[in-house]
Structure formats: C-alpha cells, structure tokens
C-alpha cells in the first residue's frame, strides 16, 4: 500500500493550499492518519491527525483542517493564511488499529506518503 500527496505547489502568503492523500491500494483498517512537514535539516512534525472510528481530530496550528472522505478514501489538509514559514514538504501518514498507539509521534505511523512541497 503507497499512499499518494497531491495539491502542493507555490502560493503567496496569506493565501490557501488544499492537500490530498489517497491510498494506491487495499488499505487495511487504520487507526489515524495524519499530516506531518518536515524542512531540509529539521525533524518532522506533525500538523494534523484524524482518529478514524471516533472522528477526533486534533491540531498544531487553527490554521489547518483535517478531514477524511470515507467513500474516496481521501484524507485532505486545508490550509489557510499561509505563512513563508510553513514552507515544508508536507507527508500523508497512516497508522493500523492496535499496538496503543497515540498517534502523536512520527514512530506511531506504519505508512508514509512521499512528500509533497508547499512553498510560501
């Protein structure tokens, strides 16, 4: 299973990219999926993470949403009042049910898009 970013790209600051993720596979039954940044030489981050069964959702920054669309099997990051720091390459993550996972760090996720770059 691969899972596919799509939506980044350059955009003024002040204005708003809307970032897609969508499973090239079968998906087995996930626990959360997420969003994380990461700059050159820095370590990733997370900005984002849905909880699938209950819908929780928690963030970094009020700038952002998550959301999922179960019929597509899209996870999507809208971002707005986009500032030049937020220049990242932004990842797509997914973690299988069990383990006791929190979802809150990098080592919790099982599957990892490859990246897609906004630029501010």
């Known amino acids: 299973v691969q899972l596919v970013e799509s939506g980044g790209g350059s955009v003024q600051s002040g204005g708003s990219l809307r970032l897609s993720c969508a499973p090239s596979?079968?998906?087995?039954?996930?626990?959360?999926m997420g969003w994380f940044r990461q700059a050159p030489g820095r370590e990733r981050e997370g900005v984002a993470r849905l909880y699938i069964d209950t819908g929780n959702k928690r963030y970094s920054d009020p700038r952002f949403t998550i959301s999922l669309d179960n019929a597509e099997h899209t996870l999507w990051l809208e971002m707005n009042n986009l500032r030049p720091d937020d220049t990242n390459i932004y990842y797509c993550a997914a973690a299988r049910k069990g383990g006791g996972r929190t979802c809150s760090d990098t080592d919790d996720y099982d599957f990892y898009g490859q990246g897609t770059q906004v630029t501010v």
């Open positions: 596979g079968n998906m087995p039954e996930m626990y959360c």
